[in-house]
């Protein structure tokens, strides 16, 4: 029986979704326009798709999203890449995050910042705009103009926010990174758009432990010789700043912009608002470029529509400022709900700690990685049952596939009367192709949909839809926060190569995905990772959901070696606290994988090491231990690893176990 034919719904939407939701509403709004009837969301879904102009300008419209000139139309060209959104439109993106800061919500909390160094901080919408327009007068003082790169090294908090809005509302291109990226990490990726303005902190904590960084950050201001200004963010109170003579403290900035409004300077739809970057496990992290229009009213559609925030309720995702999902949390501002950041350790003083906060804040949508939930599970934690989770109404998970045992969790120990959204997209479109709705079921082990107005399916290699089954995740019609560039690729080629080449004309995502009879989907991990032994193609998210559920597992790696014409499967175990890789384990690790998969699914070697490696954004570096054990002779970037040393041990393993390519 396969997992589509045995997953059995977990969490039914109330008998009142559609009153009640912010996307049941929207359906019932374009059934009384003449649209429709949609007899449920698939059909909803359905029209999204094929009626795109006129479904993105009724999101604009729901969504109540504010522009200076309004656009000619929704859609110019359809190319892909190349599609025109909202040509003719004027916006400006901070306006429209900093709406509720005027009327009935101005006095609503729009900020509650909880980190490891610094007491909680609170900020109304009213005083986030002041502070925005304090920071963007001095901004301007010191010559950032529109179309600027402002670069912030900050931790998930208030001065994030205040900083990105601050450099959007004046026309200028926001990018950031985490403060625990080396300094080799931040220049590969601030080199290269040569930011005017940086926004840094002086240290950060994590984990019960600080560090301070003003020596490393004076070297980073050092290599960015474009800079106009600096400004120093006290972290960690009673350190000094970052030393150097562009550098003004945050109190001053403020102290010296204080009561300018914000310009709300009109863009162009197409004008930069972010930058975000790849991994770069392999090189220089590729320059990710969003346009202004397109990011916001898929943000709209997906936070407002999909998730279902509004303005009384309390948003916490925890995130960092180096991963797409900082860039999500920050559009919640648009819906006028309170913006809960938390920054330090997920584990740090205990793993409940962010259900803690979850119950404290009456936190209504809470988002985190599947890593993290798979770790309340082994812990065996109920929040359920110790919290009060009253007004939880949603959990996002994301970073990675969620197994069906962690659903299991969520809904007998986690929180049980909550709605599960497992969403899925990436940087790439900073944003989701596939996701959760309040007006569907939510199925062990499924994610629940494809999101509105996204054209996805399943391709076969011959780039054709299948069937049934597996294939390449793709998106077959242009989404308006598709990037417009990368970062000086003055011809496209380097964009084109990364997601248009494998079918011409068609984005082509590189997740190994499957969508059931019922509409929803299943990722089985990265296409460029998928094994192939004997021919027969595995996603290794199969194995983790086997492996991973052990308790004797504490966490797990897979990936193909290849080896006389064929591949084995060679996985990489890290055993739980006080275990030990054992014959009996081995044997039992072989028999849950081949009972709960199947034989082809069984790895060829097993092999115990100390640590999985990650990216900075908490995702497994498959690739990179694929080359090692393949002898690829292409280096990988070490500054984009959270813990490269894992790396070094995994090569050191496959040494002993002989596994490595011989010369």
């Given at each position: 029986m396969s997992l589509t034919e045995q997953s059995p719904a977990v969490w039914t939407p109330s008998e009142d979704a559609v009153e009640t939701t912010q996307i049941g509403r929207f359906k019932t709004w374009l059934g009384n326009q003449g649209y429709g009837p949609f007899a449920d969301y698939h059909a909803l879904h359905q029209w999204s798709v094929e009626d795109l102009e006129t479904f993105w300008g009724k999101v604009w419209d729901y969504c109540g999203l504010i522009c200076e000139t309004p656009a000619n139309k929704v859609l110019g060209k359809r190319d892909m890449p190349g599609a025109e959104w909202f040509p003719g439109m004027k916006l400006n993106f901070a306006a429209n995050l900093l709406r509720s800061a005027e009327g009935e919500h101005a006095s609503n909390e729009a900020v509650v910042a909880y980190c490891e160094t610094r007491q909680i901080l609170r900020r109304t919408y009213s005083e986030l705009k002041a502070d925005v327009g304090a920071l963007e007068a001095f901004l301007r003082s010191k010559g950032i103009e529109k179309g600027d790169r402002v670069a912030g090294v900050v931790t998930n908090g208030y001065e994030a926010l205040v900083g990105m809005l601050a450099a959007t509302s004046l026309g200028a291109i926001w990018s950031s990174a985490?403060?625990?990226?080396?300094?080799?990490?931040?220049?590969?990726?601030?080199?290269?758009?040569?930011?005017?303005?940086?926004?840094?902190?002086n240290g950060y904590g994590y984990g019960g432990k600080t560090f301070a960084r003003q020596k490393d950050f004076a070297e980073l201001v050092a290599g960015l010789p474009t800079l106009k200004c600096v400004v120093s963010v006290e972290q960690l109170p009673g350190e000094t700043a970052v030393p150097g003579e562009l550098v003004t403290t945050w109190e001053e900035a403020l102290a010296a912009g204080a009561g300018q409004a914000p310009s709300f300077t009109p863009v162009d739809p197409d004008h930069p608002v972010y930058i975000l970057y790849s991994s770069g496990t392999t090189g220089k992290p590729k320059c990710i470029v969003h346009g202004t229009a397109g990011l916001l009213i898929n943000h709209a559609k997906e936070l407002m529509l999909h998730g279902d925030v509004g303005p009384e309720d309390r948003f916490l995702y925890f995130t960092t400022c180096g991963w797409m999902m900082w860039n999500w949390q920050a559009s919640a501002l648009l819906t006028g709900a309170a913006v809960i950041t938390v920054d330090g350790s997920p584990g740090y003083p205990s793993l409940s700690s962010l259900w803690d906060t979850v119950a404290e804040e009456r936190v209504t949508h809470f988002g985190t990685s599947a890593r993290f939930i798979a770790g309340c599970r082994k812990e065996e934690m109920a929040p359920a049952e110790t919290l009060d989770l009253s007004k939880l109404r949603v959990v996002f998970s994301t970073g990675s596939p969620l197994l069906p045992e962690d659903y299991d969790w969520v809904y007998s120990q986690g929180a049980p009367k909550a709605l599960l959204g497992s969403i899925a997209g990436g940087t790439d479109i900073c944003g989701c192709f596939v996701g959760s709705t309040p007006l569907l079921s939510v199925r062990r082990g499924e994610i629940q949909c494809r999101f509105l107005g996204v054209d996805a399916v399943a391709y076969g290699?011959?780039?054709?839809?299948?069937?049934?089954?597996?294939?390449?995740?793709?998106?077959?019609?242009p989404l308006p926060s598709m990037p417009v560039a990368f970062w000086d690729d003055a011809d496209g080629e380097r964009y084109r190569a990364a997601y248009f080449d494998t079918f011409p004309g068609v984005?082509?995502?590189?997740?190994?995905?499957?969508?059931?009879?019922?509409?929803?989907?299943?990722?089985?991990?990265?296409?460029?990772?998928?094994?192939?032994?004997?021919?027969?193609?595995?996603?290794?998210?199969?194995?983790?959901?086997?492996?991973?559920?052990?308790?004797?597992?504490?966490?797990?790696?897979?990936?193909?070696?290849?080896?006389?014409?064929?591949?084995?499967?060679?996985?990489?175990?890290?055993?739980?606290?006080?275990?030990?890789?054992?014959?009996?384990?081995?044997?039992?690790?072989?028999?849950?994988?081949?009972?709960?998969?199947?034989?082809?699914?069984?790895?060829?070697?097993?092999?115990?090491?100390?640590?999985?490696?990650?990216?900075?954004?908490?995702?497994?570096?498959?690739?990179?231990?694929?080359?090692?054990?393949?002898?690829?002779?292409?280096?990988?970037?070490?500054?984009?690893?959270?813990?490269?040393?894992?790396?070094?041990?995994?090569r050191v393993r496959l040494a002993e176990e002989n596994l490595l390519p011989q010369d």
């Amino acid at each position: 029986m396969s997992l589509t034919e045995q997953s059995p719904a977990v969490w039914t939407p109330s008998e009142d979704a559609v009153e009640t939701t912010q996307i049941g509403r929207f359906k019932t709004w374009l059934g009384n326009q003449g649209y429709g009837p949609f007899a449920d969301y698939h059909a909803l879904h359905q029209w999204s798709v094929e009626d795109l102009e006129t479904f993105w300008g009724k999101v604009w419209d729901y969504c109540g999203l504010i522009c200076e000139t309004p656009a000619n139309k929704v859609l110019g060209k359809r190319d892909m890449p190349g599609a025109e959104w909202f040509p003719g439109m004027k916006l400006n993106f901070a306006a429209n995050l900093l709406r509720s800061a005027e009327g009935e919500h101005a006095s609503n909390e729009a900020v509650v910042a909880y980190c490891e160094t610094r007491q909680i901080l609170r900020r109304t919408y009213s005083e986030l705009k002041a502070d925005v327009g304090a920071l963007e007068a001095f901004l301007r003082s010191k010559g950032i103009e529109k179309g600027d790169r402002v670069a912030g090294v900050v931790t998930n908090g208030y001065e994030a926010l205040v900083g990105m809005l601050a450099a959007t509302s004046l026309g200028a291109i926001w990018s950031s990174a985490s403060p625990d990226f080396g300094i080799g990490a931040i220049l590969d990726r601030f080199g290269q758009i040569e930011p005017s303005a940086l926004i840094v902190v002086n240290g950060y904590g994590y984990g019960g432990k600080t560090f301070a960084r003003q020596k490393d950050f004076a070297e980073l201001v050092a290599g960015l010789p474009t800079l106009k200004c600096v400004v120093s963010v006290e972290q960690l109170p009673g350190e000094t700043a970052v030393p150097g003579e562009l550098v003004t403290t945050w109190e001053e900035a403020l102290a010296a912009g204080a009561g300018q409004a914000p310009s709300f300077t009109p863009v162009d739809p197409d004008h930069p608002v972010y930058i975000l970057y790849s991994s770069g496990t392999t090189g220089k992290p590729k320059c990710i470029v969003h346009g202004t229009a397109g990011l916001l009213i898929n943000h709209a559609k997906e936070l407002m529509l999909h998730g279902d925030v509004g303005p009384e309720d309390r948003f916490l995702y925890f995130t960092t400022c180096g991963w797409m999902m900082w860039n999500w949390q920050a559009s919640a501002l648009l819906t006028g709900a309170a913006v809960i950041t938390v920054d330090g350790s997920p584990g740090y003083p205990s793993l409940s700690s962010l259900w803690d906060t979850v119950a404290e804040e009456r936190v209504t949508h809470f988002g985190t990685s599947a890593r993290f939930i798979a770790g309340c599970r082994k812990e065996e934690m109920a929040p359920a049952e110790t919290l009060d989770l009253s007004k939880l109404r949603v959990v996002f998970s994301t970073g990675s596939p969620l197994l069906p045992e962690d659903y299991d969790w969520v809904y007998s120990q986690g929180a049980p009367k909550a709605l599960l959204g497992s969403i899925a997209g990436g940087t790439d479109i900073c944003g989701c192709f596939v996701g959760s709705t309040p007006l569907l079921s939510v199925r062990r082990g499924e994610i629940q949909c494809r999101f509105l107005g996204v054209d996805a399916v399943a391709y076969g290699d011959d780039g054709k839809p299948v069937d049934h089954g597996r294939g390449e995740l793709v998106c077959r019609q242009p989404l308006p926060s598709m990037p417009v560039a990368f970062w000086d690729d003055a011809d496209g080629e380097r964009y084109r190569a990364a997601y248009f080449d494998t079918f011409p004309g068609v984005w082509a995502h590189g997740d190994f995905i499957e969508f059931t009879e019922h509409g929803g989907a299943i990722i089985y991990g990265r296409s460029d990772a998928t094994l192939n032994p004997g021919g027969v193609r595995i996603g290794t998210a199969e194995i983790y959901r086997q492996v991973e559920t052990e308790a004797a597992v504490k966490d797990s790696l897979v990936v193909g070696r290849q080896i006389d014409g064929d591949v084995e499967v060679v996985l990489f175990v890290v055993p739980a606290d006080g275990q030990t890789l054992t014959d009996e384990l081995l044997k039992q690790l072989k028999t849950r994988i081949r009972q709960g998969a199947s034989p082809r699914h069984v790895p060829k070697h097993i092999v115990q090491v100390p640590d999985i490696p990650y990216t900075r954004s908490g995702k497994k570096v498959e690739l990179a231990v694929a080359r090692l054990i393949n002898g690829s002779t292409k280096a990988d970037n070490r500054d984009a690893l959270g813990n490269p040393e894992a790396l070094d041990q995994i090569r050191v393993r496959l040494a002993e176990e002989n596994l490595l390519p011989q010369d």
